[in-house]
T-cell receptor
Framework: AQTVTQSQPEMSVQEAETVTLSCTYD???????LFWYKQPPSRQMILVIR??????QNATENRFSVNFQKAAKSFSLKISDSQLGDAAMYFC???????????FGKGTRLHILP | EAGVAQSPRYKIIEKRQSVAFWCNPI?????LYWYQQILGQGPKLLIQ????????DSQLPKDRFSAERLKGVDSTLKIQPAKLEDSAVYLC?????????FGSGTRLTVV
Protein backbone atom coordinates (compact mmCIF):
# COMPACT_ATOMS: atom_id res chain seq x y z
CA ALA A 1 0.00 0.00 0.00
CA GLN A 2 1.13 3.50 -0.72
CA THR A 3 2.10 5.65 2.25
CA VAL A 4 3.26 9.22 2.71
CA THR A 5 5.43 10.23 5.66
CA GLN A 6 6.12 13.73 6.93
CA SER A 7 8.57 13.48 9.80
CA GLN A 8 8.41 17.12 10.92
CA PRO A 9 5.19 17.88 12.84
CA GLU A 10 6.17 21.55 13.23
CA MET A 11 8.77 23.92 11.86
CA SER A 12 9.60 27.58 12.31
CA VAL A 13 11.43 29.97 10.05
CA GLN A 14 12.32 33.62 10.22
CA GLU A 15 10.52 35.89 7.78
CA ALA A 16 12.47 36.26 4.50
CA GLU A 17 14.50 33.13 5.20
CA THR A 18 14.34 29.77 3.40
CA VAL A 19 12.80 26.63 4.83
CA THR A 20 12.60 23.04 3.57
CA LEU A 21 9.80 20.64 4.48
CA SER A 22 10.53 16.93 4.16
CA CYS A 23 8.39 14.16 2.72
CA THR A 24 9.03 10.53 1.87
CA TYR A 25 6.65 8.09 0.28
CA ASP A 26 6.43 4.42 -0.44
CA UNK A 27 5.14 2.96 -3.68
CA UNK A 28 5.91 0.17 -6.10
CA UNK A 29 4.50 2.14 -9.01
CA UNK A 30 6.65 3.95 -11.57
CA UNK A 31 4.07 6.44 -12.78
CA UNK A 32 2.46 8.69 -10.21
CA UNK A 33 1.97 12.28 -9.10
CA LEU A 34 3.15 14.12 -6.02
CA PHE A 35 1.69 17.27 -4.52
CA TRP A 36 2.19 19.78 -1.79
CA TYR A 37 -0.98 21.32 -0.40
CA LYS A 38 -1.25 24.27 1.97
CA GLN A 39 -4.07 24.45 4.52
CA PRO A 40 -4.46 27.80 6.31
CA PRO A 41 -6.82 28.24 9.27
CA SER A 42 -9.66 28.75 6.79
CA ARG A 43 -9.39 24.96 6.24
CA GLN A 44 -9.36 25.16 2.46
CA MET A 45 -6.69 22.96 0.89
CA ILE A 46 -4.71 24.95 -1.65
CA LEU A 47 -2.50 23.28 -4.24
CA VAL A 48 1.03 24.67 -3.93
CA ILE A 49 2.97 22.59 -6.40
CA ARG A 50 2.66 19.42 -8.46
CA UNK A 51 5.25 16.96 -9.77
CA UNK A 52 4.81 14.15 -12.28
CA UNK A 53 7.05 11.19 -11.50
CA UNK A 54 8.11 10.76 -15.13
CA UNK A 55 9.57 14.27 -15.20
CA UNK A 56 13.13 14.53 -14.00
CA GLN A 57 13.02 18.31 -13.75
CA ASN A 58 11.99 19.62 -10.35
CA ALA A 59 8.79 21.67 -10.34
CA THR A 60 8.93 25.35 -9.42
CA GLU A 61 6.17 27.85 -8.68
CA ASN A 62 7.51 31.30 -7.83
CA ARG A 63 8.99 31.03 -4.31
CA PHE A 64 8.11 27.34 -4.01
CA SER A 65 10.25 24.57 -5.44
CA VAL A 66 10.65 20.86 -4.86
CA ASN A 67 13.57 18.47 -4.66
CA PHE A 68 12.24 15.26 -6.19
CA GLN A 69 14.48 12.24 -5.67
CA LYS A 70 12.64 9.34 -7.31
CA ALA A 71 15.09 6.59 -6.36
CA ALA A 72 15.09 7.70 -2.75
CA LYS A 73 11.30 8.30 -2.83
CA SER A 74 11.80 11.74 -1.39
CA PHE A 75 9.84 14.89 -2.23
CA SER A 76 10.82 17.96 -0.21
CA LEU A 77 9.37 21.46 -0.53
CA LYS A 78 11.56 24.54 -0.36
CA ILE A 79 10.00 27.90 0.42
CA SER A 80 12.25 30.85 -0.35
CA ASP A 81 11.84 34.37 1.05
CA SER A 82 9.28 33.15 3.60
CA GLN A 83 6.34 35.47 4.16
CA LEU A 84 3.88 35.74 7.05
CA GLY A 85 1.14 34.48 4.73
CA ASP A 86 3.01 31.21 4.30
CA ALA A 87 2.11 30.17 7.84
CA ALA A 88 -0.15 27.12 7.53
CA MET A 89 -0.28 23.34 7.61
CA TYR A 90 1.51 21.79 4.65
CA PHE A 91 0.54 18.36 3.40
CA CYS A 92 2.56 16.17 1.10
CA UNK A 93 0.36 13.96 -1.05
CA UNK A 94 0.63 11.10 -3.55
CA UNK A 95 -1.65 9.97 -6.35
CA UNK A 96 -1.09 6.92 -8.51
CA UNK A 97 -3.32 7.39 -11.50
CA UNK A 98 -4.85 10.32 -13.31
CA UNK A 99 -8.15 9.96 -11.48
CA UNK A 100 -7.07 7.99 -8.48
CA UNK A 101 -7.46 9.07 -4.88
CA UNK A 102 -4.89 11.27 -3.20
CA UNK A 103 -3.12 9.90 -0.13
CA PHE A 104 -1.99 12.54 2.33
CA GLY A 105 0.76 12.67 4.93
CA LYS A 106 0.03 13.86 8.45
CA GLY A 107 1.20 17.38 7.72
CA THR A 108 3.80 19.87 8.92
CA ARG A 109 2.72 23.03 10.70
CA LEU A 110 4.87 25.94 9.51
CA HIS A 111 5.31 29.03 11.70
CA ILE A 112 6.75 32.23 10.27
CA LEU A 113 8.57 34.37 12.83
CA PRO A 114 8.46 38.13 12.19
CA GLU B 1 -14.32 29.66 -12.29
CA ALA B 2 -16.42 29.08 -9.19
CA GLY B 3 -14.89 26.87 -6.52
CA VAL B 4 -16.22 23.82 -4.71
CA ALA B 5 -19.11 24.85 -2.48
CA GLN B 6 -19.86 23.10 0.79
CA SER B 7 -22.50 23.62 3.44
CA PRO B 8 -22.97 23.98 6.28
CA ARG B 9 -19.67 25.43 7.43
CA TYR B 10 -20.16 24.32 11.02
CA LYS B 11 -22.44 21.78 12.67
CA ILE B 12 -22.80 20.71 16.29
CA ILE B 13 -24.94 17.67 17.08
CA GLU B 14 -25.42 15.24 19.92
CA LYS B 15 -24.23 11.67 19.59
CA ARG B 16 -26.74 9.33 17.99
CA GLN B 17 -28.26 12.17 15.98
CA SER B 18 -28.03 12.32 12.20
CA VAL B 19 -26.36 14.95 10.04
CA ALA B 20 -25.96 15.65 6.33
CA PHE B 21 -23.37 17.63 4.40
CA TRP B 22 -23.74 19.02 0.91
CA CYS B 23 -21.17 19.58 -1.82
CA ASN B 24 -21.43 21.30 -5.20
CA PRO B 25 -18.32 20.55 -7.27
CA ILE B 26 -16.76 22.62 -10.00
CA UNK B 27 -18.82 22.45 -13.15
CA UNK B 28 -17.63 19.74 -15.50
CA UNK B 29 -15.58 17.82 -12.94
CA UNK B 30 -16.59 14.20 -13.23
CA UNK B 31 -14.66 13.06 -10.17
CA LEU B 32 -15.82 14.00 -6.67
CA TYR B 33 -14.26 13.03 -3.36
CA TRP B 34 -15.26 13.20 0.29
CA TYR B 35 -12.44 13.29 2.83
CA GLN B 36 -12.52 13.15 6.61
CA GLN B 37 -9.87 15.18 8.43
CA ILE B 38 -9.55 14.54 12.14
CA LEU B 39 -7.77 17.26 14.10
CA GLY B 40 -4.01 16.99 13.74
CA GLN B 41 -4.14 14.46 10.90
CA GLY B 42 -4.10 14.49 7.14
CA PRO B 43 -7.32 14.01 5.20
CA LYS B 44 -8.51 10.44 4.73
CA LEU B 45 -10.59 9.47 1.71
CA LEU B 46 -14.10 8.30 2.55
CA ILE B 47 -15.58 7.91 -0.92
CA GLN B 48 -14.79 8.71 -4.54
CA UNK B 49 -17.39 9.19 -7.27
CA UNK B 50 -16.89 9.17 -11.01
CA UNK B 51 -19.98 10.93 -12.37
CA UNK B 52 -22.72 9.31 -10.27
CA UNK B 53 -20.97 5.98 -9.79
CA UNK B 54 -18.88 4.96 -6.78
CA UNK B 55 -15.22 4.24 -7.58
CA UNK B 56 -13.84 3.67 -4.08
CA ASP B 57 -15.70 3.50 -0.77
CA SER B 58 -13.39 1.04 0.95
CA GLN B 59 -12.82 3.36 3.95
CA LEU B 60 -16.40 4.51 4.36
CA PRO B 61 -17.98 3.15 7.61
CA LYS B 62 -21.03 1.89 5.81
CA ASP B 63 -22.93 1.00 8.96
CA ARG B 64 -23.36 4.71 9.68
CA PHE B 65 -22.10 6.72 6.70
CA SER B 66 -23.78 7.01 3.33
CA ALA B 67 -23.18 9.19 0.32
CA GLU B 68 -24.85 9.82 -2.97
CA ARG B 69 -24.26 11.87 -6.06
CA LEU B 70 -27.45 12.20 -8.00
CA LYS B 71 -27.21 13.18 -11.66
CA GLY B 72 -23.43 13.25 -11.36
CA VAL B 73 -23.31 16.78 -9.96
CA ASP B 74 -24.09 17.64 -6.32
CA SER B 75 -23.32 15.19 -3.57
CA THR B 76 -24.50 14.62 -0.02
CA LEU B 77 -22.73 12.77 2.78
CA LYS B 78 -24.83 11.54 5.70
CA ILE B 79 -23.95 10.18 9.12
CA GLN B 80 -26.60 8.28 11.06
CA PRO B 81 -26.19 7.81 13.97
CA ALA B 82 -23.20 10.01 14.79
CA LYS B 83 -20.52 9.00 17.28
CA LEU B 84 -18.11 11.17 19.23
CA GLU B 85 -15.21 9.98 17.05
CA ASP B 86 -16.94 11.41 13.96
CA SER B 87 -15.93 14.89 15.10
CA ALA B 88 -13.80 16.14 12.22
CA VAL B 89 -13.69 18.39 9.20
CA TYR B 90 -15.38 16.89 6.15
CA LEU B 91 -13.81 18.06 2.93
CA CYS B 92 -15.25 17.75 -0.53
CA UNK B 93 -13.05 17.97 -3.60
CA UNK B 94 -13.55 17.71 -7.32
CA UNK B 95 -10.80 16.90 -9.70
CA UNK B 96 -9.16 16.76 -13.06
CA UNK B 97 -5.99 15.01 -14.07
CA UNK B 98 -4.07 18.12 -13.03
CA UNK B 99 -5.21 18.11 -9.44
CA UNK B 100 -8.06 18.54 -7.03
CA UNK B 101 -9.87 21.65 -5.88
CA PHE B 102 -11.12 21.47 -2.33
CA GLY B 103 -14.01 23.17 -0.66
CA SER B 104 -13.68 24.92 2.69
CA GLY B 105 -15.09 21.93 4.51
CA THR B 106 -17.68 21.37 7.21
CA ARG B 107 -16.48 21.22 10.79
CA LEU B 108 -18.59 18.67 12.66
CA THR B 109 -18.59 18.53 16.43
CA VAL B 110 -20.38 15.61 18.09
CA VAL B 111 -21.09 16.14 21.79
Amino acid sequence: AQTVTQSQPEMSVQEAETVTLSCTYDTSESDYYLFWYKQPPSRQMILVIRQEAYKQQNATENRFSVNFQKAAKSFSLKISDSQLGDAAMYFCAYRMGRDDKIIFGKGTRLHILP
Amino acid sequence: EAGVAQSPRYKIIEKRQSVAFWCNPISGHATLYWYQQILGQGPKLLIQFQNNGVVDDSQLPKDRFSAERLKGVDSTLKIQPAKLEDSAVYLCASGTSYGYTFGSGTRLTVV
